[in-house]
């Protein structure tokens, strides 16, 4: 039974699993502000109730998250889009820091904001017919929020440069090759999977579990926010630039961008 549903996000619970769900099929799941704020409250609200164990966050319809709604993103000025990427980084670092174990389920696409959504996840689970990357650096930015930082820790350096200069989706073989990803099921099968692996982790020792995530958050040596701090420094360089305009229009208009490297 939905516990919170506003039309943006809802959040399900099923025993001690909490399904948060992002619901703008419409939209094919892409984010805007009242999405980005209602996923925080939703990642904090199954975080702080002590009856859920684990948490599968997934995306209603065929899709799981096209990332940013791009017509939002091409109308915000250099100081909006800042206040709304510190916004998504906070929901980010929600799941991030979540002793809750929580369990992405990718289908469709998880592009952009959507492959950045998952990276903070614990556990992913990939369709196999899923797009799936960050392609900032077609529309004149790079991806700023974790790709430089977290995505590293996953895969390691030199894929994580090939995966953000190229701007091409990862095939979803690869992505369990390289340990993206947990596992890779078909396309139908997303869903379910998600909410089977998020189960089982229920029913193991919840402060086992609590713990085990709080130490891998000491896992690294640089701190992770100092690094996510000075990608978006860099990043709002590049988002005032002639370059980000034409490569947001360039999308909008279904034409290649010509950029200028200003």
Do not use: W
């Not at 709604?69 to 820091?97: A, Y």
């Not at 690094?227 to 990043?235: D, F």
């Amino acid at each position: 039974m939905p516990v919170m549903d506003n039309g943006h996000v809802r959040i399900e619970y099923d025993d001690q699993r909490a399904d948060v769900i992002i619901d703008r099929p419409d939209k094919r799941n892409a984010l805007n502000e009242a999405a980005v704020a209602d996923l925080t409250e939703a990642i904090r609200r199954v975080d702080e109730d002590d009856d859920v164990r684990a948490v599968a966050l997934l995306g209603e319809g065929s899709v799981f998250c096209a990332g940013f709604q791009l017509e939002m993103m091409h109308e915000k000025d250099v100081d909006e889009h800042d206040e709304f990427q510190r916004s998504f980084r906070t929901l980010l670092n929600t799941i991030d820091e979540s002793t809750t174990p929580v369990v992405a389920g990718v289908k469709g696409a998880g592009i952009a904001g959507g492959f950045e959504l998952t990276l903070p996840a614990d556990l992913r689970v990939l369709g196999e017919e899923t797009k799936y990357g960050i392609i900032e650096v077609t529309l004149g930015i790079f991806p700023h929020q974790g790709s430089t930082q977290r995505l590293p820790r996953i895969v390691g350096i030199g894929r994580a440069k090939e995966l953000v200069l190229t701007g091409e989706y990862i095939d979803p073989e690869e992505a369990d090759r390289c340990d993206l990803v947990t596992e890779v099921v078909p396309e139908s099968d997303v869903d379910a999977r998600t909410r089977e692996l998020a189960g089982d982790l229920t029913e193991k020792a919840p402060l086992g579990i609590q713990n085990a995530l709080e130490a891998f958050q000491a896992t690294f040596d640089v701190p992770l926010e100092d690094g996510l701090k000075t990608e978006h420094r860099l990043a709002m360089q590049v988002y005032g630039s002639r370059d980000r305009k034409e490569g947001f229009e360039a999308r909008l208009e279904g034409r290649e961008p010509e950029f200028e490297g200003r």
